[in-house]
């Protein structure tokens, strides 16, 4: 197996340029500059050209740019640290590979089978010294198995208990709260919070509906701040393996019925605050699998359903939910560079009666502006 690629990283200021500075061979004002330049880099952009460095066969060129963006950005990321370990795997570095591991496990990376069988430690892995490290490594991912086994922290129980939400509102100029306004209620996607949508309120041309952008329940840390899943998995206490995998998928289906839950209890409580026509949901990625979820199940609070990036997998359904909505009509967003998820959606409910509109941007797993205005469009076109 190769290196791991991702697109925006959260890393720590490794066993590199220390040693440099320790030695006397660089000063303290150098070691500041490399630092604040590294910091004025985009990490993902350097984790990027440390992958395209790696598929070319150029491991020393790789390995410099997994070190500076880890140096930009200052959490431990152990896919980076992995990653890094690979490339000094390859340029036959048995210590630094052996540290990267260890360092990688420290950080909470737990694949000791990679370890074990990716060929980029093949010219390392009988070196004594290298061997040493990875028993270190071995050890660290075992005692943090250890220290989250049933055994150490008790049985796992999820619990419902009601809680305070956020949602960000934006409404149009000259507002006239006699007057009834359309609204449009944005879902974000994994990972984001509720500004992936309040904070693009002035990419829409008119803005004359109501945009609410709630924040999904389920906080976790990432890349080094806090976001949000709209279901348990992916939050901070799910990454135990100490839960059944039949409990595993009771809790994920439920914690999607609660998300849905409360998706219906803003709109009830914006109701109560505004005088409201016409209802949208948006959602992107995550965000609209809970749009299409929460909308097919309630088909006659809704007047419409737009996403961005979104699969579905018509197995989640109950019988007869996605075949008793098509009366909704459909707005598709896809960037161009994407898998085919968002063209099979719209091939599934094409074929299942709904009424989809289609639109294409160029880029990947993201929407821009102009797929902002397409949903205005369409929703003044409805």
Known sequence: MKCFAFTVLSVAVFFISSSSAQEGSIT?????SELFESYESQPGFLVQDA???????????AAEYYILALQADLDDNPIALFNLACCYGLIDEPELAGKALVQSALAGFDRPELIETDTDFSSVRDEEEFKAYVDEAMAVMEEARRLQ???TLGERLYLEFPSMQTVRIHIPDNFDPQQEYDLVLALHGYGGDVTEFSSRWTAFDEGNFILASLQAPYAFEQNGRTVYS???????????GDMPLEQMQEMFSNSMELSSDMILACLDDLKNRYTIGRIYLLGFSQGGIMAYWTGFGNPSLFTGIATYSVIIDEELYPHGVIESATFLPIFIGRGTQEDDRAINAKDFLTDAGYDVTFFEYDGGHFFPDEGLRAVEDWIQDN
């Open 51 to 61: 992958v395209q460095y790696y598929m070319d066969g150029d491991y020393e060129k």
């Open 149 to 151: 086994s049933m055994e």
């Open 28 to 32: 303290l004002g150098e070691l500041s």
């Open 230 to 240: 709209w279901t348990v998995h992916g939050s901070s206490e799910w990454h135990g």
